[in-house]
């Protein structure tokens, strides 16, 4: 119910309005953003990559409802990724990309400005040396974002993409993606969504979950395990073994600021463990889906605000 009403939250102007103008304490959102410019991105790229953990970097923005701001979240993906290449932070540092900042949502012709655009931010990740992988939003964009990754992994073959294991559909969509040199990231999912498409019991999204990795680890692909869930960390492992895959023909992903000593435990055991770093101003929705995922960080949220 709590989740509903965060994920609820999430997309409402009013609450974006109110919360984003509202005295938040600092600490809060730097517990899961990196900080507001390319530079707070490159710092704390540079602590993680120093610390042996890979790293995938998120310019935060989505929803976008005009084409300059469509363009603009662009050009911030230019110039993170030549800052990056500057850096000589490619190798452990790629960037993660929501269609929708791009401009997947315009009326008319979105799904094409989003493909235009995530040409571009793919050929600057080529220039630099790194990959792009497409996030997934609400099950109404999976079809277009499976569409442009096609489309995308014409020239740029190294192009991953998310898939949600709460989706119904995913299955098949594993299957469809556990080809050779596909990246396949797989997360539970993270909005709120109908019953007639995505499981609603969380026991029923773990065994999606892990029939899904079973289908990947089976597969030819590169899965990426994005979880904080220590069963499901376990499995993967365990199924790693099961389908002959050496250290280094997967990965396992967390957030940036979730379950910190597990990641540097993994990559202590010589694992590769990439951390997902959201930076920018536009954290609204991604700190509201942080907060759904679990009723302690809102605890944390509220008592933040209460001790200022
Ligand atoms: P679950 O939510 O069951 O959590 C398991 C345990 O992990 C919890 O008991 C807690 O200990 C810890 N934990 C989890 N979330 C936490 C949090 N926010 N704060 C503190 N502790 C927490 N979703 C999506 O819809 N589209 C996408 O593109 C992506 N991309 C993405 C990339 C990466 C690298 C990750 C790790 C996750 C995503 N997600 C996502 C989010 C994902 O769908 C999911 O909402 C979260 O990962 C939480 O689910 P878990 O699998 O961690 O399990």
Request: glycine residues 8%; hydrophobic residues 40%.
């Given at each position: 119910m709590l989740r509903r009403v965060l994920l609820a939250a999430s997309r409402s102007e009013k609450m974006k309005n109110a919360i984003e103008t509202?005295?938040?304490?600092r600490s809060v959102v730097r517990r899961f953003v990196a900080g507001t410019s390319v530079d707070d991105a490159i710092r704390v790229t540079r602590l993680l990559t120093n610390d042996g953990l890979l790293v995938t970097l998120d310019h935060l923005g989505e929803d976008t409802l005009d084409r300059q701001q469509a363009d603009a979240t662009r050009d911030a993906y230019l110039v993170l990724l030549q800052r990056l290449a500057e850096a000589g932070l490619t190798e452990g540092a790629e960037v993660s990309l929501k269609l929708s900042a791009i401009g997947?949502?315009?009326?008319?012709d979105g799904e094409k400005i989003a493909c235009e655009n995530a040409y571009k931010i793919c050929e600057a990740a080529r220039a630099a040396g790194t990959t792009v992988t497409l996030d997934m939003e609400d099950h109404t964009t999976t079809d277009s974002t499976l569409a442009i990754l096609r489309e995308l992994r014409?020239?740029?073959?190294w192009v991953g993409a998310v898939l949600q294991a709460?989706?119904?559909r995913t299955e098949a969509d594993c299957r469809d993606l556990a080809y050779e040199g596909s990246r396949v990231r797989l997360c539970k999912g993270a909005y709120a969504e109908p019953a007639s498409v995505a499981y609603q019991d969380e026991h029923e999204v773990d065994r999606s979950y892990v029939r899904c990795l079973k289908i990947l680890m089976g597969g030819r692909g590169y899965p990426m395990v994005a979880t904080h869930d220590p069963r499901l960390i376990e499995i993967a492992g365990a199924l790693a073994v099961q389908f002959g895959r050496d250290q280094g023909t997967y990965e396992y992903q967390m957030l940036y600021g979730v379950r910190t000593e597990a990641q540097r435990r993994l990559a202590g055991a010589g694992e590769r463990m990439r951390v997902y770093v959201p930076y920018g101003q536009q954290w609204y929705g991604y700190l509201m889906r942080r907060l759904a995922e679990r009723p302690a960080n809102l605890a944390f949220f509220l008592r933040s605000l209460a001790s200022r």
């Amino acid at each position: 119910m709590l989740r509903r009403v965060l994920l609820a939250a999430s997309r409402s102007e009013k609450m974006k309005n109110a919360i984003e103008t509202w005295p938040v304490s600092r600490s809060v959102v730097r517990r899961f953003v990196a900080g507001t410019s390319v530079d707070d991105a490159i710092r704390v790229t540079r602590l993680l990559t120093n610390d042996g953990l890979l790293v995938t970097l998120d310019h935060l923005g989505e929803d976008t409802l005009d084409r300059q701001q469509a363009d603009a979240t662009r050009d911030a993906y230019l110039v993170l990724l030549q800052r990056l290449a500057e850096a000589g932070l490619t190798e452990g540092a790629e960037v993660s990309l929501k269609l929708s900042a791009i401009g997947q949502a315009l009326p008319g012709d979105g799904e094409k400005i989003a493909c235009e655009n995530a040409y571009k931010i793919c050929e600057a990740a080529r220039a630099a040396g790194t990959t792009v992988t497409l996030d997934m939003e609400d099950h109404t964009t999976t079809d277009s974002t499976l569409a442009i990754l096609r489309e995308l992994r014409r020239d740029f073959p190294w192009v991953g993409a998310v898939l949600q294991a709460y989706l119904k559909r995913t299955e098949a969509d594993c299957r469809d993606l556990a080809y050779e040199g596909s990246r396949v990231r797989l997360c539970k999912g993270a909005y709120a969504e109908p019953a007639s498409v995505a499981y609603q019991d969380e026991h029923e999204v773990d065994r999606s979950y892990v029939r899904c990795l079973k289908i990947l680890m089976g597969g030819r692909g590169y899965p990426m395990v994005a979880t904080h869930d220590p069963r499901l960390i376990e499995i993967a492992g365990a199924l790693a073994v099961q389908f002959g895959r050496d250290q280094g023909t997967y990965e396992y992903q967390m957030l940036y600021g979730v379950r910190t000593e597990a990641q540097r435990r993994l990559a202590g055991a010589g694992e590769r463990m990439r951390v997902y770093v959201p930076y920018g101003q536009q954290w609204y929705g991604y700190l509201m889906r942080r907060l759904a995922e679990r009723p302690a960080n809102l605890a944390f949220f509220l008592r933040s605000l209460a001790s200022r």
